[in-house]
C-alpha cells in the first residue's frame, strides 16, 4: 500500500503546481461535453441513422452555433459547473497526508504497531498504527507532524524513465500488449458458468454492452419445443414492453432471441455502469417470471391470439423473402440437424392455433417453461466496454441468483464438455440409386420451389462443402479463393453469358452454416431455369481453372492475397461491431478471439499457401470426383416443371459426366435420413 500511496501524493502534487487552474477546467467542461455527445451519437446513429443525419443537416443551416449539434441530437447542453477555487481547495486538502486514513485487516495476531508504523518511501510521510478492532483490524494515520507536499517535479507525467524507490514498472511486449487488445479475459469457468470479459480499449466509450447465453437442450429439441420458446420470448417481450419502450428512448437497446438452436441469447447494448444492474435484473425478471404476468393478464385470450397471429405472419413472410435468401434457408434446412424450416414452424403454429384452447396452450406453455427452469440452465456470457473485472463478478453472482444454474453430478467436466452438440450434413454420403446399386456419393442437388409466386426468377446457388473452419490453414484458403473468383464469376456469368443479374462467388465460414466452410457460385436469372444455370455455373468451374487460375502469374497471386487480408481486416467502427464478433466467436464454442491474426499469418506463410498449392487446392475440392458439392435450385412458377420422381433419389440424364454425378432429391431432409449419413460434431 505505500507504493499506492506515493503515487497517489505523486498525482497530487502535479496537479497543484500545474500553471494554470483554468486550462484544466477548459480540458474538463471539453471533455463532458464531447463524452455526452459521443454516448448519445453513438446510441441513436445505430438505432435510425437517416433520421439523426437528416436532423444534424437540418440544424446546420439553419443556426450560427455549436448548439445544432445538441438539438439535432435532442440532447440539452450539459451545465459545466467547474469552481477552480473550490478545485484548488479540495486538491490543497487531499496533499494534506493527516487527512489519509489506511485500514488493514490482518489474520496475524503475532502482529503488533511497529508492523503497522511505516516511512512511506517516496516523500518521507511517517505513518503511525493503531489497532482498532480486537486482532484483526488496523488503523494508520499520518504523523500530525509531517509537513504538506512541496515536491518539483521535472516530469507532468510518470514514464518508464521514472525511477521511484520501491515502483517496479512493467514493459508490456508488443505482442503482449496486441492479445490485451484482442482476446477478452475468462473470468469465471465452471461446468455450467462461464464467463469473458474485455474492457473497452479502443474506442474510449461510456457504454457497456452485454451478451447472455442460456443454454438449455430442451428448448430445440423439437419444433414444438421451438415453437414453445418463441411464444415464451414473445410474451416476455410483451409484458414489458412499457420498460421496453423507456429503455430505447433513452438510447438503449434490448433484445431477447433464441440463439442458433442452442438455447435464449439476451443482450444489452449502450447502456452505462451505473444502470447496468437495474436494467440486467430487470430483464431477467420478465424472462424467468413470465408465468406470473401470464396469470395475471385479465385478456390473456387475446394476448395468446395476437402473439401466434404475430408468429404466423413473421415466419410466412420469408415464404416471400428475396429466391437467393429461401435458397440459404434450404442450404441449412438440408444440413442442419436440428433445424426447422419457416414451414415446419408455421405448420406447428397453424395446429396450436386449430386444434388447442386459450387455456390448453397457457398450461403447457407454463409446464414447458417450469420444466426448463427445473432442468437448469448453463450461462455463457460476455461484458464488453466500459467496466471492471470486479463489476462482473458482482453482475454473475446477481444473474446466478435470478435463474437456476444446472447442477452436474460430475463437476469436473469443462463447460463445453457439457453442451448438446448439433450436426451438420457431410455430404459423402453413400445411396442407392434407382434400386440398381449403393456407391458412395458426393454431388447433390435439391430441387424445390420459389415461395413467392409473383417472383419470376429463378436461382441456383452451387455449394462446394469443405471442413470446419478450425482448420485455419483451410479457412484461410477457401477466403483466397472466394476473393480470386468473385469477380471472375460476374464477368462471365453476369457479362458474359448474360445468365441473370445477380452471378456472385463468396464463402461461407460462420455460423449460420455451423462454422463448416462452404464455397457457395450464385446465379438468379429472371429467363433461364435453374438446371441450365446450374449446368452453366459446373462450366464456370472448369473454365476458371483451365483460362483462369491456370495462367495466374506470382503477382497477380500477390494481389489477392492483400485483397482477402483487407477483407477479413474488422476495423470496426464501434464497440458494437467489436461485441459482435467477440460473441460470434464465444457462442460457436471456438474462441477464435485472433482470428484475424491467425488467418493473415497463414495467409502470408510462403510455405503453405502458394499459387501452385491453391491449383491444387481447387482440383482437389472443387474438381475432382470426390468434390462435395450441393446445388440448390429453386424454380419460379413460370419456369420448367420438376420432375416426376418427387421425392426419390435420381441421377441426372445428361451427356456430360460432371453433370451426370450429381443425384437430385427433393425433399430437405432426405439425405439426413438416410441410414448411411454421416454428420460433423458442431456447436
Same mark, same amino acid.
Given at each position: 500500500?505505500?507504493?499506492?500511496?506515493?503515487?497517489f501524493?505523486?498525482?497530487?502534487?502535479?496537479?497543484?503546481?500545474?500553471?494554470?487552474?483554468?486550462?484544466?477546467a477548459?480540458?474538463?467542461?471539453?471533455?463532458?461535453?464531447m463524452?455526452?455527445?459521443?454516448?448519445?451519437?453513438?446510441? %441513436?446513429i *445505430?438505432?435510425?441513422?437517416?433520421?439523426?443525419?437528416?436532423?444534424?443537416?437540418?440544424?446546420?443551416?439553419?443556426?450560427?452555433?455549436?448548439?445544432?449539434?445538441?438539438? /439535432?441530437?435532442?440532447?440539452?447542453?450539459?451545465?459545466?459547473? @467547474?469552481?477552480?477555487?473550490?478545485?484548488?481547495?479540495?486538491?490543497?486538502?487531499?496533499?494534506?497526508?493527516?487527512?489519509?486514513v489506511?485500514?488493514?485487516?490482518? !489474520?496475524?495476531?503475532?502482529?503488533?504497531?511497529?508492523?503497522?508504523?511505516?516511512?512511506?518511501p517516496?516523500?518521507?510521510?511517517?505513518?503511525? /498504527?493503531?489497532?482498532?478492532?480486537?486482532?484483526?483490524?488496523?488503523?494508520?494515520?499520518?504523523?500530525?507532524?509531517?509537513?504538506?507536499?512541496?515536491? =518539483?517535479?521535472?516530469?507532468?507525467?510518470?514514464?518508464?524513465?521514472?525511477?521511484?524507490?520501491?515502483?517496479?514498472?512493467?514493459?508490456?511486449?508488443?505482442?503482449?500488449?496486441?492479445?490485451?487488445?484482442?482476446?477478452?479475459?475468462?473470468?469465471?469457468?465452471?461446468?455450467?458458468?462461464?464467463?469473458?470479459?474485455?474492457?473497452?480499449?479502443?474506442?474510449?466509450?461510456?457504454?457497456?454492452?452485454?451478451?447472455?447465453?442460456?443454454?438449455?437442450?430442451?428448448?430445440?429439441?423439437?419444433?414444438?419445443?421451438?415453437?414453445w420458446?418463441?411464444?415464451? &420470448?414473445?410474451?416476455?417481450?410483451?409484458?414489458?414492453?412499457?420498460?421496453?419502450?423507456?429503455?430505447?428512448?433513452?438510447?438503449?437497446?434490448?433484445?431477447?432471441?433464441?440463439?442458433?438452436?442452442?438455447?435464449?441469447?439476451?443482450?444489452?447494448?449502450?447502456?452505462?455502469?451505473? @444502470?447496468?444492474?437495474?436494467?440486467?435484473?430487470q430483464?431477467?425478471?420478465?424472462?424467468?417470471?413470465?408465468?406470473?404476468?401470464?396469470?395475471?393478464?385479465?385478456?390473456?385470450?387475446?394476448?395468446?391470439?395476437?402473439?401466434?397471429?404475430?408468429?404466423?405472419?413473421?415466419?410466412?413472410?420469408?415464404?416471400?423473402?428475396?429466391?437467393?435468401?429461401? =435458397?440459404?434457408?434450404?442450404?441449412?434446412?438440408?444440413?442442419?440437424?436440428?433445424?426447422? =424450416?419457416?414451414?415446419?414452424?408455421?405448420?406447428?403454429?397453424?395446429? %396450436?392455433?386449430?386444434?388447442?384452447?386459450?387455456?390448453?396452450?397457457?398450461?403447457?406453455?407454463?409446464?414447458?417453461?417450469?420444466?426448463?427452469?427445473?432442468?437448469?440452465?448453463?450461462?455463457?456470457?460476455l461484458?464488453?466496454?466500459?467496466?471492471?473485472? /470486479?463489476?462482473?463478478?458482482?453482475?454473475?453472482t446477481?444473474?446466478? *441468483?435470478?435463474?437456476?444454474?444446472?447442477?452436474?453430478?460430475?463437476?469436473?467436466?469443462?463447460?463445453?464438455?457439457?453442451i448438446?452438440?448439433r450436426?451438420?450434413?457431410? &455430404?459423402?454420403?453413400?445411396?442407392?440409386?434407382?434400386?440398381?446399386?449403393?456407391?458412395?456419393?458426393?454431388?447433390?442437388? @435439391?430441387?424445390g420451389?420459389?415461395?413467392?409466386?409473383?417472383?419470376?426468377?429463378?436461382?441456383?446457388?452451387?455449394?462446394? +462443402?469443405?471442413?470446419?473452419?478450425?482448420?485455419?490453414?483451410?479457412?484461410?484458403?477457401?477466403?483466397?479463393?472466394?476473393?480470386?473468383?468473385?469477380?471472375?464469376?460476374?464477368?462471365?456469368?453476369?457479362?458474359q453469358?448474360?445468365?441473370?443479374?445477380?452471378?456472385?462467388?463468396?464463402?461461407?465460414?460462420?455460423?449460420?452454416?455451423?462454422?463448416?466452410?462452404?464455397?457457395?457460385?450464385?446465379?438468379? !436469372?429472371?429467363?433461364?431455369?435453374?438446371?441450365?444455370?446450374?449446368?452453366?455455373?459446373?462450366?464456370?468451374?472448369?473454365?476458371?481453372?483451365?483460362?483462369? %487460375?491456370?495462367?495466374?502469374?506470382?503477382?497477380?497471386?500477390?494481389?489477392?492475397?492483400?485483397?482477402?487480408?483487407?477483407?477479413?481486416?474488422?476495423?470496426?467502427?464501434?464497440? !458494437?461491431?467489436?461485441?459482435?464478433?467477440?460473441?460470434?466467436?464465444?457462442?460457436?464454442?471456438?474462441?477464435?478471439?485472433?482470428?484475424?491474426q491467425?488467418?493473415?499469418?497463414?495467409?502470408?506463410s510462403?510455405?503453405?499457401?502458394?499459387?501452385?498449392?491453391?491449383?491444387q487446392?481447387?482440383?482437389?475440392?472443387?474438381?475432382?470426383? *470426390?468434390?462435395?458439392?450441393?446445388?440448390? +435450385?429453386?424454380?419460379?412458377?413460370?419456369?420448367?416443371e420438376?420432375?416426376?420422381?418427387?421425392?426419390?433419389?435420381?441421377?441426372?440424364?445428361?451427356?456430360?459426366?460432371?453433370?451426370?454425378?450429381?443425384?437430385?432429391?427433393?425433399?430437405?431432409?432426405?439425405?439426413?435420413?438416410?441410414?448411411?449419413?454421416?454428420?460433423?460434431?458442431?456447436?
Amino acid at each position: 500500500y505505500t507504493q499506492i500511496i506515493g503515487v497517489f501524493y505523486e498525482y497530487m502534487a502535479l496537479l497543484l503546481q500545474s500553471s494554470s487552474l483554468s486550462e484544466i477546467a477548459l480540458f474538463y467542461r471539453q471533455q463532458q461535453c464531447m463524452q455526452q455527445l459521443r454516448f448519445k451519437f453513438y446510441s %441513436l446513429i *445505430q438505432q435510425r441513422p437517416y433520421d439523426i443525419v437528416s436532423a444534424i443537416a437540418r440544424r446546420m443551416q439553419s443556426r450560427d452555433t455549436p448548439d445544432w449539434l445538441y438539438t /439535432a441530437l435532442n440532447v440539452i447542453p450539459p451545465r459545466c459547473v @467547474y469552481d477552480a477555487e473550490l478545485m484548488q481547495r479540495l486538491l490543497q486538502f487531499m496533499s494534506q497526508p493527516e487527512h489519509v486514513v489506511i485500514y488493514k485487516l490482518s !489474520s496475524n495476531t503475532g502482529d503488533d504497531a511497529s508492523s503497522y508504523a511505516r516511512m512511506e518511501p517516496f516523500f518521507g510521510i511517517e505513518f503511525n /498504527a493503531t489497532r482498532i478492532s480486537g486482532d484483526t483490524l488496523w488503523q494508520s494515520s499520518a504523523s500530525s507532524s509531517t509537513a504538506p507536499l512541496r515536491v =518539483s517535479l521535472n516530469n507532468s507525467f510518470i514514464d518508464a524513465q521514472c525511477n521511484l524507490s520501491g515502483v517496479q514498472l512493467i514493459q508490456l511486449s508488443e505482442a503482449q500488449k496486441q492479445s490485451f487488445l484482442v482476446v477478452p479475459m475468462l473470468v469465471t469457468d465452471t461446468s455450467n458458468v462461464r464467463v469473458w470479459y474485455k474492457p473497452d480499449v479502443a474506442f474510449s466509450s461510456p457504454e457497456v454492452n452485454v451478451n447472455l447465453l442460456l443454454i438449455s437442450p430442451l428448448l430445440y429439441s423439437e419444433v414444438s419445443h421451438a415453437t414453445w420458446t418463441e411464444l415464451w &420470448l414473445r410474451l416476455v417481450a410483451y409484458y414489458a414492453s412499457q420498460w421496453y419502450a423507456f429503455a430505447e428512448h433513452a438510447g438503449y437497446a434490448f433484445k431477447l432471441s433464441p440463439a442458433q438452436a442452442q438455447g435464449i441469447q439476451v443482450e444489452i447494448s449502450g447502456v452505462n455502469r451505473q @444502470y447496468l444492474q437495474a436494467f440486467m435484473r430487470q430483464m431477467l425478471h420478465y424472462l424467468m417470471q413470465v408465468s406470473d404476468y401470464i396469470l395475471r393478464d385479465a385478456e390473456i385470450a387475446q394476448t395468446i391470439a395476437t402473439q401466434l397471429s404475430a408468429m404466423y405472419d413473421a415466419h410466412a413472410q420469408y415464404e416471400y423473402d428475396w429466391v437467393w435468401h429461401q =435458397s440459404s434457408y434450404k442450404l441449412y434446412d438440408i444440413t442442419q440437424r436440428p433445424y426447422y =424450416s419457416h414451414r415446419s414452424l408455421l405448420d406447428t403454429i397453424a395446429q %396450436l392455433q386449430r386444434r388447442y384452447s386459450i387455456a390448453e396452450i397457457v398450461q403447457n406453455l407454463n409446464t414447458f417453461i417450469a420444466d426448463i427452469q427445473a432442468n437448469g440452465l448453463q450461462l455463457e456470457a460476455l461484458f464488453h466496454g466500459n467496466l471492471y473485472a /470486479a463489476d462482473v463478478e458482482l453482475f454473475v453472482t446477481e444473474i446466478e *441468483q435470478q435463474i437456476n444454474i444446472r447442477s452436474d453430478d460430475d463437476d469436473d467436466n469443462d463447460f463445453v464438455s457439457n453442451i448438446e452438440q448439433r450436426r451438420h450434413l457431410n &455430404l459423402e454420403i453413400a445411396a442407392a440409386v434407382n434400386d440398381s446399386s449403393t456407391r458412395m456419393h458426393h454431388k447433390w442437388i @435439391y430441387r424445390g420451389w420459389n415461395g413467392n409466386t409473383d417472383d419470376i426468377n429463378d436461382v441456383t446457388a452451387f455449394n462446394v +462443402q469443405f471442413s470446419s473452419n478450425a482448420d485455419h490453414l483451410q479457412t484461410s484458403q477457401v477466403l483466397l479463393l472466394a476473393q480470386m473468383m468473385q469477380n471472375e464469376a460476374f464477368n462471365v456469368l453476369r457479362t458474359q453469358e448474360a445468365l441473370g443479374y445477380v452471378a456472385s462467388a463468396f464463402s461461407r465460414t460462420d455460423q449460420r452454416t455451423n462454422d463448416i466452410n462452404y464455397l457457395e457460385i450464385l446465379v438468379v !436469372s429472371g429467363h433461364y431455369p435453374a438446371q441450365y444455370l446450374h449446368e452453366r455455373i459446373v462450366n464456370f468451374t472448369h473454365y476458371f481453372y483451365d483460362a483462369f %487460375l491456370s495462367s495466374m502469374q506470382q503477382s497477380s497471386f500477390e494481389s489477392y492475397i492483400n485483397a482477402t487480408i483487407s477483407a477479413i481486416d474488422p476495423n470496426y467502427l464501434s464497440l !458494437s461491431e467489436e461485441t459482435d464478433f467477440l460473441w460470434q466467436q464465444i457462442t460457436n464454442h471456438q474462441y477464435f478471439f485472433n482470428r484475424t491474426q491467425e488467418l493473415k499469418h497463414w495467409l502470408l506463410s510462403k510455405e503453405e499457401v502458394t499459387l501452385s498449392g491453391m491449383k491444387q487446392f481447387y482440383m482437389q475440392h472443387v474438381l475432382s470426383e *470426390q468434390s462435395k458439392c450441393l446445388s440448390v +435450385q429453386l424454380y419460379s412458377n413460370r419456369s420448367m416443371e420438376l420432375q416426376s420422381d418427387v421425392g426419390k433419389l435420381s441421377t441426372s440424364h445428361d451427356d456430360d459426366d460432371d453433370i451426370a454425378n450429381f443425384v437430385a432429391f427433393n425433399d430437405t431432409k432426405e439425405l439426413q435420413l438416410l441410414s448411411t449419413a454421416s454428420f460433423f460434431n458442431v456447436y
